[in-house]
């Protein structure tokens, strides 16, 4: 192996993946894994479920317990990478250290979208994105009594069903439609609508948020913007991300909705990747259209790609993403990706919330969404990382099995 040492700024779940799958592939040379938070790298999916509930603990969030970094020889560094050099391959840390580099991997992530209107910098106001924002909200999330989540995505429905769960009035305030409109069909949306009315969640539709009052520094009221007044002793929003592009953009590297990558995760510069939240990249299950994907799947994939790649296997990212939430008693699990689709098919029962919306284009099945049918979801898996022959009229017969057809129509 000709690289003898590789740098891979961002120590979340791509990145950590990075650094684990070379050693997999047998690379011996140097891996300096750099991230900006304290102690171990760790999952975030749990964040805003399960470690706000206290069901998990600190060390289940964990990716690795130290003796694995030791033994496999990885250098975590807890530091913020702050200039890439790339005419003498360095990466600048702010302690003034520098990294050389054979390959440098970007897997840098992304931010929460600010809250734009007065009172966002109030106490008691929160996004989650790291175990320090879970650590401080969970005391608050059992104590509060009001709490108004700013955003009807993932993120903002799993804390409405944890804050449900712990007894507050809960008020969504939402500017789509629906709940999860830039995921979901309708058809799972109703689902996951009725699902948080019944566990007393109350939903705002169309609904902006003009400011938030405080009391003495910490937040006591929102402002919605057709000027009504709500409680809340806690706001948590969840309105987006944006990739943190700015070392890339700094180090003059391509950026286009992120850091803009080839079909095998390179950058403008050959001697860099980027991967994960903060990497645009050429998506098979988008027509080749650039897409970024905010996914495990797509981060842990991502990571197997670029390792294969950089040990002598190169192949471009044609993984099939997937996509999972945990809200209260639901479980829904995406695989691929439903943009454009023009008609559905549901299967289950909407009465038990045990259903699946099959989502076609063009005749064609590009998505399906599983609530609480972990079967289907495998075997959607399945059929879509092929070429599915599945059409809309199969899919509506009588009787008709996603499990069974899988089956029957295996290669």
């Not at 809309?392 to 099995?401: K, L, T, V």
């Amino acid at each position: 192996m000709s690289l003898a040492s590789v740098v891979i700024v961002g120590a979340g779940q791509a990145g950590f993946q990075v650094a684990a799958s070379l050693r997999q592939e047998g690379y011996t040379g140097r891996i300096s894994l750099v991230g900006d938070e304290p102690g171990l790298p760790y999952q975030r999916p749990p964040l805003s479920k399960a470690y706000l509930l206290g069901k998990i603990g600190e060390t289940a969030l964990l990716f690795r317990p130290a003796e694995f970094f030791t033994t496999q020889n990885i250098e975590l560094i807890h530091d913020q990478a702050t200039a890439i050099d790339r005419l003498n391959r360095r990466v600048l840390l702010a302690s003034g250290e520098a990294l050389s580099y054979d390959h440098l991997v970007l897997a840098t992530g992304a931010h929460n979208r600010p809250l734009p209107v007065p009172g966002a910098d109030s106490q008691g106001v929160f996004g989650i994105k790291t175990k320090l924002d879970a650590d401080t909200l969970a005391p608050l999330a059992k104590a509060a009594k009001n709490v108004v989540v700013i955003g009807a995505g993932f993120i903002g429905l799993e804390f409405a069903a944890v804050a449900a769960a712990l007894g507050a009035n809960v008020h969504v305030l939402e500017l789509g439609d629906r709940p999860m409109a830039r995921a979901v069909s309708r058809e799972m949306s109703e689902v996951f609508r009725k699902a948080h009315e019944t566990w007393g969640v109350h939903f705002d539709f169309r609904q902006g948020l003009s400011s938030i009052e405080s009391d003495n520094g910490k937040a006591c009221a929102v402002n919605t913007s057709d000027g009504r007044r709500l409680l809340a002793d806690l706001v948590v929003f969840g309105i987006g991300v944006i990739p943190n592009v700015l070392l890339a953009t700094e180090a003059g590297l391509d950026i286009e909705n992120g850091v803009k990558v080839d079909a095998h995760l390179l950058t403008s510069d050959p001697q860099i990747s980027a991967l994960g939240d903060v990497a645009s990249f050429p998506c098979l299950h988008n027509d080749q259209q650039p897409i970024r994907l905010e996914s495990v799947q797509n981060a842990v994939d991502q990571a197997r790609c670029i390792a294969a790649r950089l040990m002598g296997k190169p192949a471009a990212y044609e993984a099939l993403p997937w996509f999972w939430t945990d809200q209260g008693s639901l479980k829904l699990q995406i695989a691929g990706l439903s943009t454009g689709y023009d008609s559905t098919v549901t299967l289950g029962s909407f009465e038990t919330s045990q259903l699946s919306v099959l989502c076609f284009r063009n005749t064609q099945l590009v998505a399906v969404e599983s609530c609480n049918r972990p079967g289907d979801h495998m075997a959607a898996r399945k059929i879509l990382a092929r070429s599915p022959q599945l059409n809309p009229s199969q899919a509506a017969a009588e009787g008709f099995d996603l499990k069974v057809w899988e089956l029957a129509n295996r290669p």
